[in-house]
């Protein structure tokens, strides 16, 4: 059936023609008939009609007349040491993702999971969800010129579920059986079985490269080699660990497109590298960087004030947004046997105390994160309704009774609730585990070890969490210390799952998938630099992940991510932490954006893609 949006086919001319060259003819035309052109369809949107028409010139949120031009000042934290953000080891530099690699089609930020054409003009999804095929625009062309073609895109893909490259790209696109390049300009990707997102995340999240970068060098030894990508920035120059800056690249081939048009503004990007929280913030308020999204509840409310907001030079502003919040929390790594048993580690959320963090400490800007779909649909809520039961009952002997009651929350201590009251819950649920406090104080199991831990950060900011929690535990009679290192080890240690507990941050889009692999399952778990860092491996939640992939409907899609949602919080994997319903933005007045803003974004992809400078304002605000 041919898309809503395809093109009308063209009128074919019928004249008489001897049998056997009928014949001929016919046999030819079957042999031609899969090279055809795929069908026209300019966007794909997963359970839904895509927003934007067919001719549309650009998206609702941008500003499509915005001015270019104009240096935009970033602050990067640590440092980094390459150029390549797709190897495990190392740092990347900041920027590259957003600024130089593009992928084959364009995210709507408006809609909650949707696509349209960037490196490829046409996107023709097969009837039986089993492939899809990609026409790329003729006009799509590397940094150096050079055309992009259907064997770069085969070439990127290759590479990245190969061996050189991070392990989550295998992961991430396991369902893949195989990709054929039809002709110079068409590449289709077949899958292994049903996948409900597939489709859209190579679309969306494939990025693409040139198959001349490094010229033959093994990928995992392109370390400082520039991209060859198609973005639309290159690298003006790199001091390497100190800053990077980008400048715009003035043969950009996408100038022209809907979904490029009002973005990217800045002719430079410059990231500076800040070595703590302290430096970073007074480096912005002395100038020098020009904007900061900001995590910390403290600086938001003491941190930045002055001269320099009260005259209005830099302006601080909260962005509203309907983001799904996912999940934040101190990550229990269950590879340890301290954190094996599911008693410990529901004893150990019960001790953390956020209505007095967010009272005392927060002044009151964060809202409790219960779920790992927080703040969207796919939140699991009270009892189990007959859609998630139908889903649950075909795993009931494998998941405990407990699961069939109701979802989970993080404890509280709002009266009639108490944390002496948690505390004393704590303390049962240790005992049944095997763990009581000895004479000296101490928590201590049967054969005398102390239950002691270390909590790892990368930021002296996580004292403010951490201490508190560390506190209650300690009338606990568990000793839990909190170490800070750089952020090269602290990305190493995580790689490598060789801590006790993190801080685990699992951000949840509107409609969840193949991220969920990567996440939650008993592979990952194995995987060196996975996502799975508490190293849940369940088969139930193997199962229920599976399920989701191969989700027909939304309301399908829904129900299962609600049963994996109460699964999961049912084995106290996280000690959750909280979210901002809102983007903390501070910057400086030269810094304009549109007025209409998107629902689903990121703050800082947000920034570079649609902010621009003000005509005549110079980089102090004058």
Not at 109 to 115: R, Y
Not at 266 to 273: H, L, S
């Amino acid at each position: 059936m041919r898309p809503p949006h395809a093109q009308p086919l063209r009128p074919v001319m019928v004249f008489a023609m001897p049998a056997p060259l009928a014949l001929l003819l016919a046999l030819l035309l079957a042999l031609l008939l899969p090279l055809a052109p795929a069908r026209a369809a300019h966007a794909l949107a997963w359970g839904d009609t895509p927003k934007y028409p067919p001719g549309f010139t650009h998206f609702d949120y941008v500003n499509p007349e915005a001015p270019r031009g104009g240096t935009l000042n970033l602050n990067g934290f640590g440092s980094f040491d390459k150029l390549n953000p797709f190897t495990l080891k190392g740092m990347a530099a900041a920027g590259l993702g957003t600024l130089m690699f593009e992928t084959l089609a364009e995210a709507s930020e408006d809609e909650p999971f949707s696509m349209y054409g960037l490196l490829a003009d046409d996107m023709d999804f097969a009837a039986d969800g089993l492939s899809i095929t990609f026409r790329l625009h003729p006009a799509a062309r590397f940094s150096d010129g050079s055309l992009v073609l259907a064997e770069d895109v085969r070439h990127s893909f290759e590479t990245l579920i190969g061996r050189q490259a991070h392990p989550r790209f295998r992961q991430y696109f396991a369902d893949v059986a195989r990709v054929r390049v039809l002709d110079e300009r068409r590449v289709r990707f077949e899958f292994a079985r049903r996948n409900h997102e597939l489709h859209m995340i190579l679309g969306l999240q494939l990025p693409v490269f040139s198959r001349n970068w490094g010229a033959g060098k093994p990928f995992d030894q392109l370390v400082q080699e520039p991209p060859l990508a198609s973005g639309p920035y290159l690298i003006d120059k790199a001091d390497w660990g100190r800053s990077i800056t980008y400048r715009r690249n003035p043969g950009y081939w996408g100038e022209g497109l809907a979904v490029r048009r009002g973005s990217f503004n800045f002719e430079r990007v410059t990231w500076k590298y800040f070595k703590d929280e302290t430096a970073r913030l007074e480096g912005f308020k002395a100038g020098e960087f020009d904007w900061v999204a900001e995590n910390s509840a403290r600086n938001w409310a003491r941190g930045h004030t002055g001269r320099r907001y009260a005259s209005g030079e830099i302006v601080k502003r909260e962005f509203p947004h309907s983001n799904a919040a996912g999940m934040q929390g101190f990550a229990l790594n269950t590879r340890r046997a301290l954190f094996a048993d599911v008693r410990v580690r529901r004893a150990l959320a019960l001790a953390m105390d956020f209505e007095w963090m967010n009272r005392q400490i927060f002044y009151g800007q964060y809202v409790r994160s219960p779920s790992y779909f927080t703040n969207s649909e796919m939140q699991a809520d009270g009892m189990p309704g007959p859609d998630e039961l139908a889903v649950l009952e075909a795993l009931r002997d494998r998941l405990s009774p407990e699961v069939f009651g109701a979802a989970p929350v993080p404890p509280v201590t709002t009266p009639p609730s108490s944390l002496r009251e948690n505390l004393r819950q704590a303390l049962g649920l240790l005992a049944e585990a095997g763990w009581k406090v000895a004479d000296d104080g101490r928590l201590r199991n049967a054969a005398g070890a102390p239950f002691e831990f270390e909590i790892l950060s990368y930021s002296r900011a996580l004292e403010r969490v951490a201490v508190p929690w560390a506190r209650n535990l300690e009338k606990l009679g568990i000793a839990a210390r909190l170490r800070t290192t750089d952020p090269a080890l602290y990305q190493k240690r995580a790689d490598e799952f060789d801590f006790d507990v993190m801080v685990g941050l699992l951000p949840a889009s509107q409609t969840p998938g193949n991220e969920l692999v990567e996440r939650f399952t008993s592979a990952a778990a194995k995987e060196r630099g996975s996502d799975n860092v508490t190293g849940v491996s369940d088969p139930a939640v193997d199962a229920l992940v599976q399920r989701l992939l191969a989700s027909r409907s939304r309301a399908e899609l829904v129900a299962v991510a609600r049963a994996l949602d109460r699964v999961l919080r049912h084995g106290w994997y996280m000690v959750p932490h909280f979210h901002a319903p809102t983007h903390r933005v501070a910057y400086r007045k030269h810094l304009a954006h549109p007025e209409r803003l998107p629902r689903y974004y990121g703050a800082e992809s947000w920034l570079l893609k649609t902010w621009w400078v003000r005509p005549g304002a110079s980089a102090n605000g004058h």
